[in-house]
């Protein structure tokens, strides 16, 4: 079965008038995290396009480029977005059930984070009710200022990435210390270690484009060292 076969199975589940959001509540365990955690990526997905007032066609390609829809799953996929941009639940309450469900997995969460950046700065404008949107969904999530300022150092454009916010650590860190948390970093970006996690096959490849950045802030550490 295919993964959004798995969604609109759990849509059908929905009672009469249940929010989408009930969901939260429900997909704890796998293969359950990887329909919530797609579903997750599209419902605040939806409340981050009405913060900034539309939805752009680079969004929508940027969306499908995370996650593969067929043709014959788009009308599936818009129902889950219809669903969260209706709802009269606003996205802080998305947000802290989505927190809730992946409570004990918090980089599930930065992986969730990383979506979210990479279709705000699909256009390559990032709105001032992007930002305010985001950074008030790490609060929920519960991330650092230094996870989060990682985050928007790498996808916000016209600003030089900061190596050691790439790699979360201070400026002045020796080092060894920058050597073992950019070997980590590799480590945890890893497909089979994300599978692992419960994400769906579609979301890592935002891996891949966090594994050049992370290497390139080390390359880059490197060479100013010499």
Known sequence: MSLWSRILDVLASL???????????????????????????????????????LVTRDEVSAFREVFTIAPSEIDNAARVF??????????????????????????????????LFHIA?????????????LTRVAQIFRLSEREFRSLRTRFVPGVEPDCHEVLGVAPDAPMEEIRAAWRAAVRE??????????????????????????????????????
């Open 15 to 53: 009672a009469p008038g249940e929010a989408l959001s009930g969901l939260f509540d429900r997909l704890r365990t796998p293969p359950d995290r990887s329909v919530a955690f797609t579903i997750a990526v599209i419902a605040l997905s939806a409340k981050m396009a009405k913060a900034d007032g």
């Open 189 to 226: 970006t890893h497909p089979d270690r994300l599978m692992a996690r419960g994400l769906p096959e579609e979301a890592v490849k935002l891996a891949e484009k966090r594994l050049i950045a992370i290497n390139r802030a080390w390359e880059k550490i490197q060479a100013d060292e010499a």
């Open 121 to 133: 700065m699909a256009d390559g404008t990032y709105h001032p009710a992007e930002d305010d949107f």
């Open 82 to 115: 219809d669903m969260a941009r209706t709802d009269v639940a606003g996205f802080e309450e998305y947000a802290r059930r989505i927190q809730k469900m992946f409570a004990d997995d918090t980089d599930t969460l930065r992986d969730l984070m990383e979506g």
